[in-house]
């Protein structure tokens, strides 16, 4: 049985419960929001410059959704260099002719684009996490030889940070959405480019620090609460 002012003193405890796990959610929030600035801001400051980052990549084009002549193919990158960071490009779509009045739809239509490192610094690394898988979808419509309204959208890279070597890369697609042009339109080429940062080791994830941090706060609140208790 709970003595006089038990029902008060347990409603209060409860309270401070509710207000110390709100406080606790904030505070893992604005964690995870610095974290990842500062985690953005530590990469940037220790990529080294590699010199000679040679790689290749292989693509396709699925058949799903297509509605029409399957007129969109893709071209890739063969023992291409560039130096970090830098963007560079993942191959090139490529819209086909289509004569006056024809028209091809594509409905969420997958393709697939994959990047391989070949030599780190003029050497073939020893250590290579590559190839990484770069997948998305094409939606719009190919009208005749000069009219196109397909866009290539990415979705989010599967693992965007890999080894290669002594170093770990961080990988993405410098355009989420790319537009499409007719054949008419510089042949009918679109590039893909993405962006590749390496740094010279891996770095804690912001959810990592995040579960750190929020453990720390955790504890805070509870030595808090037991103060107030004994007293």
Request: glycine share 8%.
């Amino acid at each position: 049985m709970l003595r006089p002012g038990g029902w008060a003193g347990l409603r209060w405890t409860i309270a401070t419960l509710a207000l110390g796990a709100w406080m606790a959610r904030g505070a893992a929030a604005d964690v995870i929001d610095s974290a990842a600035a500062q985690a953005e801001a530590a990469e940037a400051a220790a990529s080294p410059v590699v010199t000679d980052m040679m790689y290749s990549t292989s693509g396709s084009i699925g058949t799903t959704g297509v509605t029409g002549a399957n007129v969109i193919s893709f071209i890739p990158e063969a023992a291409s260099a560039f130096t970090t960071p830098s963007a560079f490009s993942l191959g090139t779509f490529v819209v086909g002719y289509l004569p006056p009045g024809a028209k091809t739809t594509y409905n969420n239509t997958p393709f697939t684009i994959t990047y391989t490192a070949l030599k780190l610094n003029g050497k073939e690394p020893s250590t290579n996490e590559t190839p990484i898988t770069i997948s998305g979808f094409l939606n719009g419509t190919v009208s005749g030889p000069s009219t196109s309204s397909v866009v290539a959208t990415f979705s989010p890279i599967n693992k965007p940070l890999f080894n290669v070597d002594d170093y770990a890369n961080r990988i993405s697609v410098l355009d989420p959405q790319v537009a499409l042009v007719p054949s008419t339109t510089n042949g009918g080429r679109t590039t893909a480019q993405a962006h590749l940062r390496v740094i010279a080791a891996p770095i804690p994830e912001p959810t990592t620090i995040a579960l750190f941090a929020t453990t720390l706060v955790g504890l805070g609140l509870r030595r808090r609460f037991t103060r107030r208790n004994a007293a």
